[in-house]
């Protein structure tokens, strides 16, 4: 249980794994299977991008059955407070342990771009809710038949604004137990964010570094360009180029960066551009 | 001020399917951002003319969302008498009153977009987001729920970055939010947890 290991200081291996864009979980279980007993947890997306996808309650629930443990991401993107709480009572019963709450990218980001924006509660509110349940009251004060347990997590970017670092601080006491972060590239402003947040009353937060692995120039001009919070250095980016074999190059980048950085935090959350197929390989090749 | 946006001039002629047409402007929000006033009315009669419609007639009311009574708008406009269609050049609120009234087709000729205001010459969009439970002053009067497009009361989200919103190419308002409280001072307030927002006010009302 991800929990029991990294409240005991133990290094935790979680892995971003997608729901199926349809009804077929076979790719996904193909990508589990991959990476099974590798890691400690999956950690189940929610409409990344805002590309419609299976729910991850169902998707959560399907990995669970084959013997995963899992985390669902949660966002305030496409459910108000009733379907938010009635889905983690859902979670809750199927055996969902492990929650991480997000805003959720814009819809005009995904394929259904004229959907109705809801974020009824930010993320520091659902937070703020998951510790009610967890307490087996809901947002309006109601009793609950049965509390939830949930281990809560928070995601944060690793270069933050003052008004960013605030937020953070509001997340952690609105009840996360852990952060993922998102990609980490460079371990000197790692180091600085760590310091950052400890400094902001988070003593005794979890932080889980997002990793990755890069597969070429081309991959890294992508998250560059595309997703919010990755900035992949310069210096990086001119060693991909000139290397003559980028994959092979980008996996041992990514296994020196989780040894590096397995001596100054909780855990790495590895999230592979396409599939899995080398994640095991670099999890080896970092001594892990 | 109610912001607005014109209408495209072939999307009005596939809805209006009326020959007969009676244009209504508005004195307000919508001639101010020159959307409606009796130029542009002027300029949508011309229009509809020149594509086979019949214009019978026109006018700028003072207030399209505030008039004293139908027959009032008639007697000073009899011309009316003779439309199949009313097409009225204001935002929603204008067009919903005109609508409730009339004994005829109504259509609008603009997009009614949120609300925001003028300063000097620069119309500025999405100011309020009128959610009826007002507590702007905590954020330097700057108001989140009208101006951060995911509504965030507790600070910026992941997608801001070096001021800017993800989502379009508006600065992040919780970037200006900081700026403002942190001259004033008053950045402690910002550290406290807001609630979400108690939306049967909004709806409820007796």
Redesign the interface.
Known sequence: MIREKLLSGKFTITAEISPPKGTDVNWMMKEAGMIKNAVDALCVTDNQRAIMRMSPIAACSALLQHGYETIMHLT??DRN?LALQSELLGAAGLGIKNILV??G??P??GDHPGAK?V???????LL?MISRLNKGVD?SGNRLEGKTEFFAGA???TEL????L??L??KI??GAHFIIT?AVFDPGKFSEFLDQVHDAGGKKIKIIAGIIPLRSRKTADFLNRNI??VKVPDNVIKRLSSSSDPGALGIEMAADMIKELREICDGVHIMPVGTHENTRKILEMAGL | MIISRSKEFKDILKTVQQRNIFIIGCGKCAAKQHLGGEPEVLEMKKKLGISGKNVVGCTVLSSACNIASWDDVLTQNPDIKKAEAFLVMSCGGGVSIISSVADKAVYPALDTESLGGVCGDTIVLEQCGMCDDCDIWLFGGLCPVGQC?????????????DGKC??DERKCV??E??TKL?SLGRLEG??D????KD?SKRRGRK
């Open positions: 305030c993107r407070r997000m805003s990218d814009y005009t980001k924006p974020y009824d509660l930010d993320s520091v509110q703020d947002l995601v944060s970017n604004t003052e008004v960013a605030m937020k601080e509001k006491k609105a998102q919010a919070g | 497009p995911k509504s965030m009361r507790n600070g910026p989200c992941g997608g801001s970055l993800e989502v919780w970037d939010i900081h942190k910002l550290k947890i807001h609630p979400p939306h």
